[in-house]
């Protein structure tokens, strides 16, 4: 089945620090989608990206889609404490609306 | 107040017994997943069903059972085959369609001692 990587596993960064995970496949991918999963919580939906090259902000985080539709990144500028979490991203799988989910990048952010 | 329940919270078995897994939804949708998901690592699909009475198993069904008499249910039953049962169960339902937004329950953690 389809499989998408994610790097890094984890990240421990300082509050004010940027971080970035990426998300890469071998494969064309019709589209990807971001959680966040906070510690002991469940994940939680982000945002979609659809178009070749797309790139899309939701306040300090910062989300692309490359051209060839292989990967993606999630970018935060300035992290803080509540951007705790691990970020995974996911792609649609098939025919059927089942998603194959990253391995995630745990993110670990300290004053 | 719409969404997905899970219950219980956590969840304590024995070995050897089988152990069935609440999920309801409200939100009217028609498609519900289960995963799993174990320290450190992503989620792996279990089972999944698109309609009522319609489901598929996923990329770890061995040693799980589902059943979707209705819309707003689909229990997970972890039976005594599955080899190392202790981890996070996670629900989740969307909307039918093929690039629909996942929504996840909160979770239950069992623990086969």
């Known amino acids: 089945g389809q499989q998408v990587m994610q790097i890094p596993q984890y990240q421990h960064v300082q509050e004010g620090e940027d971080f970035t995970t990426y998300c890469n496949s071998s494969t064309t991918l019709s589209n990807i989608q971001w959680y966040k999963q906070r510690p002991g919580g469940h994940p939680v939906f982000l945002i979609q990206l659809v178009k070749s090259g797309e790139v899309k902000k939701q306040k300090r985080l910062t989300f692309q889609f490359g051209e060839a539709k292989k990967n993606s990144s999630l970018h935060i500028t300035a992290t803080q404490t509540t951007d705790v979490g691990t970020y995974f991203c996911?792609?649609?799988?098939?025919?059927?609306?089942?998603?194959?989910f990253g391995t995630g990048t745990r993110l670990q952010v300290t004053l | 107040d719409g969404g997905i329940t899970q219950s219980p919270k956590y969840l304590f078995r024995k070995e050897g017994q089988n152990v069935t897994l609440s999920c309801e939804q409200n939100l009217n949708h028609d498609a519900m997943y289960w995963y799993r998901q174990d320290p450190g690592q992503g989620l792996r699909l279990i089972y999944y069903s698109q309609i009522v009475n319609d489901f598929q198993k996923g990329d770890i069904a061995e040693g799980y059972s589902v059943s979707r008499e209705k819309k707003e249910s689909f229990p997970l039953t972890v039976t005594s085959a599955q080899k190392n049962p202790t981890a996070f169960y996670l629900c989740a339902s969307s909307i039918q369609g093929s690039t629909d937004t996942q929504y996840f329950g909160p979770g239950t953690r069992l623990t086969v001692l």
């Open positions: 996911a792609t649609r799988t098939g025919t059927a609306s089942k998603l194959t």
